[in-house]
């Protein structure tokens, strides 16, 4: 009897199996969960959609406008500027409001702004519109990250984790697809605002369709999208401790206090992947073409390898993290570090199509398997009340480490030569692993928590 009513106090995101089934979303059926990670997962694949369909049409848009690259690279850059500005911002209100209204509002909110950029002809226009998609999108992985974080055990969810991360690599396969097929369909552009736009309109009309699938997304999260039982409760329980009610601001002030230095860990190696993972996008074509003479297919085909391996590495972090190592994160992180030195210092040395193939698919594997687990990381070692933010703020320096990939590298290299680059790659990987090791014990804040009553007790 005693047992059962210490199961009905525990928060949700313990680790007892009872409470993540009991009453994880409302409604408190175990099939929620699993309806709520199939919607997430749906509701980041349609972002992939909106957000890689304007790469998927450049070509199509360059013919029918005749912009120079460089106002093709603008309106890129200006997603991205403004996708970085709201990651903040956006990990502050997912702790705030349910994912089903961030997700509407972030979905819906894309799909009106696509279908805007389609009705454009001046390229300053469209950048400004893009940067408006850039912020908006900013704002929905962190309710995805809330959904398994809230709904599922710790035993259980690095895997559920890397299930739902999964679907920003169906989504950017998917994009080119869809747009191609409406190609084939050759509709006519609908609503031609301006003259111009009478004729070559494919690439106005695939992005209106890619809109139309967002829109009617956007409902159904709406009124399909489980709730989070768990935001109330630990409102609660976090009311009850103080003895009094207190505003958000100040409680979020007590909550950064109990930060653990570990989440700093994962930010600054979460950062080194991502100075890696766009290094390699980026300037793998040049490095093996004018190093080693690879062509352009050979190269092109492993860098597929390279997303394949991603894919199968990011599931098995989620698994082996759950089951071997009981929800510990850090020895993921610490393996994968060795295996990215040991890959990448591989990559100097290679000299054959199969050395390429296999080298870029063990590089995929243990770069994107910590990629993939490092936002819920944080947010595991974070307090409920910001644990949103804490996922942002990893995915927020992931971009800058995405930055250093580019123009810092490329100076790095005018200075040194390719070899400078083949140098960096196991050196960041050395620097990764060596950071992961002050990972390899933490727990959740949950877990020290609970310890930390138990000792009291």
């Known amino acids: 009897m005693s047992s059962r009513k210490k199961k009905n106090n525990t928060p949700l995101s313990s680790s007892s199996p009872s409470s993540s089934?009991?009453?994880?979303?409302?409604?408190?059926?175990?099939?929620?969960?699993?309806?709520?990670?199939?919607?997430?997962f749906l509701a980041y694949t349609v972002i992939y959609f909106l957000r890689k369909c304007f790469a998927a049409v450049s070509i199509n848009?360059?013919?029918?406008?005749?912009?120079?690259?460089?106002?093709?690279?603008?309106?890129?850059?200006?997603?991205a500027l403004g996708y970085g500005a709201s990651k903040i911002p956006g990990g502050i209100v997912s702790d705030l409001l349910e994912p089903k209204w961030i997700l509407f509002i972030s979905v819906g909110t894309s799909a009106l702004l696509t279908a805007v950029a389609a009705s454009l002809s001046?390229?300053?226009?469209?950048?400004?519109?893009?940067?408006?998609?850039g912020f908006f999108q900013g704002f929905?992985?962190?309710?995805?990250?809330?959904?398994?974080?809230?709904?599922?055990?710790?035993?259980?969810?690095a895997f559920w984790w890397s299930v739902i991360s999964s679907s920003q690599n169906v989504g950017a396969a998917l994009t080119p697809i869809i747009v191609e097929f409406v190609y084939s369909r050759r509709i006519v552009y609908p609503l031609p605002i301006y003259p111009e736009a009478e004729?070559?309109?494919?690439?106005?009309?695939?992005?209106?369709?890619?809109?139309?699938?967002?829109?009617?997304?956007?409902?159904?999260?709406v009124f399909q999208l489980p709730s989070l039982a768990k935001k109330t409760k630990v409102k609660q329980e976090s009311q009850k401790e103080k003895g009094k009610s207190a505003s958000f601001l100040s409680n979020t002030l007590s909550a950064i206090k109990q930060i653990p230095f570990s989440v700093a860990l994962v930010v600054v190696t979460n950062m080194f992947i991502y100075v890696m993972r766009d290094a390699i996008g980026h300037w793998s074509f040049l490095l093996l073409?004018?190093?080693?003479?690879?062509?352009?297919?050979?190269?092109?085909?492993?860098?597929?390898?390279?997303?394949?391996?991603?894919?199968?590495?990011?599931?098995?972090?989620?698994?082996?993290?759950?089951?071997?190592?009981?929800?510990?994160?850090?020895?993921?992180?610490?393996?994968?570090?060795?295996?990215?030195?040991?890959?990448?210092?591989?990559l100097s040395l290679v000299s054959s199509d199969l050395e390429l193939y296999v080298c870029m698919c063990a590089m995929g594997f243990f770069l994107f398997g910590p990629q993939t687990i490092a936002g819920l990381f944080a947010m595991e070692l974070a307090p409920?009340?910001?644990?949103?933010?804490?996922?942002?703020?990893?995915?927020?320096?992931?971009?800058?480490?995405?930055?250093?990939?580019?123009?810092?590298?490329?100076?790095?290299?005018?200075?040194?030569?390719?070899?400078?680059?083949?140098?960096?790659?196991?050196?960041?990987?050395v620097a990764f692993a060596v950071v992961s090791m002050g990972l390899w014990s933490s727990k959740s804040f949950d877990e020290l928590h609970s310890s930390d009553s138990k000792k009291k007790n």
């Open 21 to 40: 089934s009991s009453s994880v979303a409302t409604g408190g059926s175990m099939p929620g969960r699993y309806k709520a990670v199939v919607l997430g």
């Open 61 to 79: 848009l360059n013919e029918d406008l005749h912009l120079p690259t460089t106002a093709i690279g603008a309106i890129s850059s200006s997603f």
């Open 122 to 133: 001046d390229p300053t226009l469209i950048s400004i519109v893009w940067a408006i998609h």
């Open 140 to 157: 929905s992985w962190s309710p995805c990250g809330r959904i398994v974080h809230d709904m599922f055990d710790k035993s259980e969810k």
């Open 199 to 221: 004729e070559n309109t494919e690439w106005r009309t695939a992005l209106l369709a890619i809109a139309g699938v967002g829109s009617l997304l956007a409902v159904v999260l």
């Open 289 to 346: 073409n004018e190093t080693k003479g690879f062509d352009v297919n050979t190269i092109a085909f492993g860098l597929a390898l390279f997303e394949g391996g991603g894919l199968v590495g990011g599931m098995a972090a989620g698994i082996v993290s759950d089951k071997v190592f009981s929800g510990l994160r850090g020895p993921v992180f610490v393996i994968s570090g060795i295996g990215l030195a040991l890959s990448t210092y591989a």
């Open 384 to 429: 409920h009340k910001i644990a949103g933010l804490c996922g942002s703020v990893v995915s927020l320096f992931s971009q800058i480490g995405g930055a250093l990939a580019g123009f810092p590298l490329s100076v790095l290299v005018e200075q040194y030569g390719w070899s400078a680059l083949y140098v960096s790659l196991p050196v960041l990987g």
